[in-house]
């Protein structure tokens, strides 16, 4: 439409501004919860969000510094997943442990899955966007995205879906929204302003990944995050904002 202002989303967006009770972050590996929605978290935490993170690897092949051993490895990337989420305030954090590189969307990961949306409750469930064409996206990525699709519906929610869950005293649960990051089409948008920086306390956490998040020469890990996210505001009000394609279950 003549006179309009663009930006990268189009200017299209529903601005999200309700805060859920409790929300979880499903990811592949230590780091990915921070790039992906730390701005959000970090707001929605701020706000009186209960959040927990359910990271589905444990990180084993993420380095290219080759004096590290394997277990090495996955203590250090342990740690600073910790780390970082003490930090941000999360309540929760569930280390699933699968290889890094082997995660497969198989019954026992997703019974995992299963288990903490049952365990914890969330309203909303972000994850990688499993249905990404443009672009390279890692393996691991898309198997966590589809097992937790799956696993927000119709499994958390149908009680004869793993009912040694129910016998244990898990209950079945019903997941009101699933965010997607990564996507080709997001549909909504959240202000981080207030959280952006937050979001960068966190991710730096992650010391040995910082050598690979190929930042450009003269430029920081933040300077990379808020030049992205001014860019999805652009237009809309705010200095910083972060992009999801959000589904919404049927009540």
């Not at 010391?207 to 505001?233: L, W, Y």
């Amino acid at each position: 439409m003549a006179g309009m202002p663009t930006n990268p989303t189009d200017q299209k967006l529903e601005i999200v501004t309700e805060v859920p009770d409790k929300a979880m972050v499903i990811f592949a590996h230590p780091d990915d919860a921070e790039i992906s929605s730390g701005g959000v978290v970090a707001r929605w935490i701020a706000a009186g969000c209960e959040v927990t993170y359910v990271l589905c690897t444990n990180g084993s092949a993420g380095t290219a510094d080759r004096s590290l051993t394997p277990a090495q490895l996955v203590a250090r990337r342990a740690d600073e997943q910790r780390a970082a989420a003490d930090f941000m305030g999360v309540k929760h954090v569930v280390m699933l442990g699968y290889p890094d590189g082997g995660l497969e969307d198989t019954r026992e990961v997703l019974g995992d899955v299963v288990r903490a949306l049952r365990q914890y409750r969330p309203h909303t469930v972000f994850v990688h966007d499993p249905y990404r064409i443009n672009g390279f996206q890692h393996r691991d990525h898309r198997k966590a995205g589809l097992v937790t699709t799956d696993a927000v519906y119709p499994y958390a929610r149908d009680h004869l879906h793993f009912p040694e869950h129910v016998a244990e005293g898990l209950e079945p649960h019903r997941v009101r929204e699933l965010w997607y990051w990564g996507m080709d089409q997001p549909n909504v948008i959240v202000d981080v302003t207030d959280g952006i920086d937050r979001q960068i306390a966190a991710l730096v956490r992650h010391e040995s990944q910082m050598p690979g998040f190929n930042v450009p020469r003269g430029q920081t890990i933040g300077d990379r995050v808020k030049k992205n996210a001014a860019e999805h505001a652009t237009g809309y009000g705010f200095e910083y904002g972060a992009v999801f394609r959000r589904l919404i279950a049927r009540r």
